[in-house]
């Protein structure tokens, strides 16, 4: 009995307090999913979605529908499965945010066996997620990165893992993504241009074999639509069709002087995507430019 009746006061005394935040314009902060970047988090698969011939999107359930994730914008989550008896790691960064509760979303290439003959097994990871079936778990683990951004042009980045942050503000903010490296700049132009006191200007130089391999393009061109003086969109393929009306080929000086902001103090150029596209296109065009490497972050 005089539990249950310390119950009953504690919970008046809860309520009262949640009536007082409620009137005082406190927000209570939602629960996070990814409480401790060392600890794995088995999520549940709730939804699979056909985007290409191989592109999936899938939707994993979090701890509860009032659950967020709990991922710093700039950040990524690993995800870590046993394939063919081996442990599989793999970042990805998801196309949700902390908007979103009760889920999380990645869009995922799925890179099949015997497409290309460099990579004759094709992605583990990939075609892993590609069979799972609606229920099944997989384990997440993070936030990790070397960058957070922290809104209004405020960037934190860190030169090493165990190094505190740098502080960069911009005005200018300059994407070179190529294939799934899309998703890191999505989820930063997404919290920009959800601000309006935000005035950073996004510049996105997005790069891809073919034009049925643009992934998010929809939502892409929605938001240049929306908001074009924020955000500026311009892509390249390797194979154009006839009616193509943006760039042929690698990254090249023109592109970098003519699709990204100029050089400056208060600039910043944002790389993602394949490791040879960064070192053989992207840096020596930028150093071409007068892009400093100071001023330059790879996911």
Wanted: with cysteine.
């Amino acid at each position: 009995m005089l539990s249950y009746i310390i119950g009953l006061i504690r919970g008046g005394f809860d309520n009262i307090i949640a009536l007082l935040m409620r009137l005082l314009g406190f927000k209570r902060r939602p629960a996070i999913t990814l409480e401790d970047p060392t600890e794995k988090y088995p999520l549940r698969l709730i939804d699979k979605e056909i985007i290409s011939h191989d592109t999936r999107k899938f939707r994993f359930a979090l701890r509860s529908p009032e659950h967020v994730l709990g991922l710093p914008v700039g950040q990524h989550i690993y995800l870590s499965a046993r394939i063919d008896g081996s442990l599989v790691v793999r970042p990805y960064t998801p196309v949700s945010s902390d908007d979103d509760k009760g889920f999380v979303d990645l869009v995922v290439k799925i890179y099949y066996k015997n497409t290309h003959p460099k990579f004759p097994e094709g992605g583990k990871m990939s075609q892993y997620l590609d069979s799972l079936r609606i229920g099944d778990v997989i384990d997440f683990r993070g936030p990790s990165g070397l960058l957070i951004y922290k809104g209004q042009g405020v960037f934190e980045i860190k030169p090493e893992k165990k190094l505190p942050p740098e502080v960069k503000t911009v005005k200018n903010l300059g994407m070179i993504a190529g294939g799934t490296g899309i998703t890191p700049m999505l989820q930063i132009i997404r919290a920009i241009m959800k601000d309006p006191k935000d005035k950073t200007t996004c510049y996105l130089l997005f790069a891809n074999q073919t034009e049925k391999d643009i992934l998010l393009r929809t939502e892409l061109e929605e938001i240049q639509a929306n908001d074009p003086h924020r955000f500026k969109l311009w892509y390249t393929l390797d194979k154009v069709p006839d009616d193509w009306e943006y760039s042929q080929g690698f990254i090249s000086e023109q592109m970098v002087q003519n699709r990204l902001p100029p050089p400056g103090d208060d600039t910043l150029i944002l790389m993602c995507g394949p490791p040879p596209m960064i070192q053989f296109a992207c840096n020596p065009n930028l150093d071409k430019v007068g892009h400093s490497p100071s001023r330059r972050f790879v996911f």
